[in-house]
């Protein structure tokens, strides 16, 4: 694929959002962006420490904002640039947005380098529930199920 001046600038926007945030004590070194038809729809940078949320990743924040602008809850049409390769939490928020496609900076060995390791957490959800290393346990199963029976029922139900 050929790389365009669009997309050099929207990935050095997100690596520039990464140094600037990093530097400023806000989270660790991320950055992502949203972009649709040459615009920029919604920015992101890490916050988990800042905000004492794990979930604030650069690319969740960038998704959010992106989002709440198009007052949607999905975003096909749209890419993301991101400073570094999504790990796996990022990677299914941006399945479940419908982007279209993900450019990245950093891989996810040279985020391990600096004390980012991902690679366990994917190995984790590849093995069965038996097998990882957080016990699950199922619990109140037919209870759950009867909200399930009632979603798939509901005839003004919002399908994503």
């Not at 190995?123 to 529930?129: D, Y």
Request: with cysteine; net charge negative; hydrophobic share 40%.
């Amino acid at each position: 694929m050929r790389t365009d001046e669009h997309s050099l600038r929207f990935m050095r926007r997100a690596i520039e959002l990464s140094r600037v945030h990093m530097a400023d004590n806000e989270g660790g070194p991320f950055g992502a962006v949203i972009v649709k038809d040459g615009e920029i729809l919604g920015e992101g940078w890490n916050r988990v420490t800042s905000g004492h949320d794990p979930t604030a990743h650069a690319e969740v924040v960038a998704i959010r904002q992106a989002c709440g602008k198009l007052g949607t809850f999905q975003l096909p049409g749209c890419e993301i640039y991101t400073s570094c390769e999504p790990c796996p939490m990022c990677l299914g928020a941006i399945y479940w947005a419908r982007l279209d496609r993900i450019w990245y900076a950093n891989g996810r060995s040279d985020a391990a380098a600096i004390q980012f390791d991902d690679e366990w957490l994917y190995r984790e959800v590849a093995l069965p529930l038996g097998e990882r290393s957080l016990p699950a346990t199922q619990l109140l199963r037919d209870e759950a199920l009867e909200i399930f029976r009632a979603w798939e029922a509901k005839p003004d139900k919002i399908p994503y």
